[in-house]
């Protein structure tokens, strides 16, 4: 996939993951410690609407943002970035368009909202996602085959393989609230297993999503027009701020529980939540929204 694709510096590029290992080694241990690394240090997050600023796929100005401005993104720009990367490493990367689940309709977006990278090593194929966020991000790439259990550190993920569909559904633990202010919360999923998108195998390019980037910040139907979306995973699970509210959440397999600490924030806190909990600095003030739409963490 290229749009306006100048020079990789891949030395920056590990420098902002923390990564220190090979780079001459296209094998499924590198993909897979990058991935990590990309997740645990790149937001996903939709600021930049919030800020009055345009989200674009050209990946000079995705390159100078995530890696140079210490910014994350959403799907179009994560894993434009991350496609970008593991091509200049010597991987072989198909671009994949994926249509979300929606819980409200019970049925996948008739649009492809989602970018994915397909990644082939060793006659094995492999879903490479950085930027779904939340307790929905997978934190190692995925092998593409039909119905085999695949556990992580969020739930078990399984591919589901529907004629020239697959979709991605997940096995997620019981959540227990500790703020009896949100034990009822729409954001928490209460469903144990879920849909999350699906995905054909025909290779993408940049052009293809050109009219889904700008729907997706147009639309006033949009999710990411009605939500502020913050999202950062950590070595236990991930935080996220979603408009003024703040969750941090510790995942417990051992217990069968997902622990949500979940609370408001101020508006002289919104800052410092930014910075000190996602290393993010903004350019322009941000205006939070939480409007009601389908989304959970």
Same mark, same amino acid.
């Given at each position: 996939?290229?749009?306006? #694709?100048?020079?990789?510096?891949?030395?920056?590029?590990?420098?902002?993951?923390?990564?220190?290992?090979?780079?001459?080694?296209?094998?499924?241990?590198?993909?897979?410690?990058?991935?990590?690394?990309?997740?645990?240090?790149?937001?996903?997050?939709?600021?930049?609407?919030?800020?009055?600023?345009?989200?674009?796929?050209?990946?000079?100005?995705?390159?100078?943002?995530?890696?140079?401005?210490?910014?994350? @993104?959403?799907?179009?720009?994560?894993?434009?970035?991350?496609?970008?990367?593991?091509?200049?490493?010597? $991987?072989?990367?198909?671009?994949?368009? #994926? =249509?979300?689940?929606?819980?409200?309709?019970?049925?996948?977006?008739?649009?492809?909202?989602?970018?994915?990278?397909?990644?082939?090593?060793?006659?094995?194929?492999?879903? #490479?996602?950085?930027?779904?966020?939340?307790?929905? +991000?997978?934190?190692?790439?995925?092998?593409?085959?039909? @119905?085999?259990? +695949?556990?992580?550190?969020?739930?078990? $993920?399984?591919?589901?393989?529907?004629?020239?569909?697959?979709?991605?559904?997940?096995?997620? =633990?019981?959540?227990?609230?500790?703020?009896?202010?949100?034990?009822?919360?729409?954001?928490?999923? =209460?469903? +144990?297993?879920?849909?999350?998108?699906?995905?054909?195998?025909?290779?993408?390019?940049?052009?293809?999503?050109?009219?889904?980037?700008? #729907?997706?910040?147009?639309?006033?139907?949009?999710?990411?027009?009605?939500?502020?979306?913050?999202?950062?995973?950590?070595?236990?699970?991930?935080?996220?701020?979603?408009?003024?509210?703040?969750?941090?959440?510790?995942?417990?397999?051992?217990?069968?529980?997902?622990? $949500?600490?979940? =609370?408001?924030?101020?508006?002289?806190?919104?800052?410092?939540?930014?910075?000190?909990? $996602?290393?993010?600095?903004?350019?322009?003030?941000?205006?939070?929204?939480?409007?009601?739409?389908?989304?959970?963490?």
């Amino acid at each position: 996939m290229s749009s306006s #694709a100048g020079e990789m510096n891949l030395d920056e590029y590990f420098q902002r993951i923390g990564y220190h290992g090979p780079r001459d080694k296209a094998d499924l241990e590198t993909l897979t410690s990058i991935h990590q690394l990309h997740i645990m240090s790149i937001p996903f997050e939709n600021l930049s609407i919030h800020c009055g600023e345009w989200n674009t796929i050209d990946l000079e100005v995705i390159f100078n943002k995530l890696v140079r401005s210490s910014r994350g @993104g959403w799907c179009l720009e994560n894993n434009s970035l991350f496609g970008w990367v593991l091509r200049e490493m010597g $991987f072989n990367v198909t671009t994949l368009g #994926a =249509r979300v689940f929606n819980s409200t309709t019970n049925d996948f977006s008739p649009r492809e909202g989602h970018l994915v990278n397909m990644v082939q090593i060793d006659g094995k194929a492999y879903i #490479a996602d950085v930027s779904f966020g939340v307790s929905s +991000q997978i934190w190692e790439p995925l092998e593409i085959i039909s @119905g085999k259990d +695949q556990p992580q550190a969020a739930g078990v $993920f399984r591919l589901i393989n529907k004629g020239d569909n697959w979709n991605l559904e997940k096995t997620g =633990r019981k959540p227990e609230v500790l703020n009896p202010k949100f034990s009822s919360s729409g954001l928490v999923n =209460r469903m +144990q297993t879920y849909q999350i998108y699906c995905f054909t195998l025909e290779p993408r390019e940049a052009h293809n999503f050109t009219e889904t980037n700008q #729907a997706l910040q147009t639309d006033p139907t949009s999710l990411f027009i009605n939500k502020s979306i913050c999202s950062l995973q950590t070595p236990s699970g991930f935080k996220a701020l979603i408009g003024w509210t703040y969750s941090e959440i510790t995942y417990k397999p051992e217990e069968g529980v997902d622990v $949500f600490d979940i =609370r408001d924030i101020t508006e002289d806190e919104l800052d410092q939540v930014l910075k000190e909990q $996602f290393n993010l600095r903004l350019q322009k003030k941000m205006k939070p929204a939480n409007k009601k739409a389908c989304y959970t963490l």
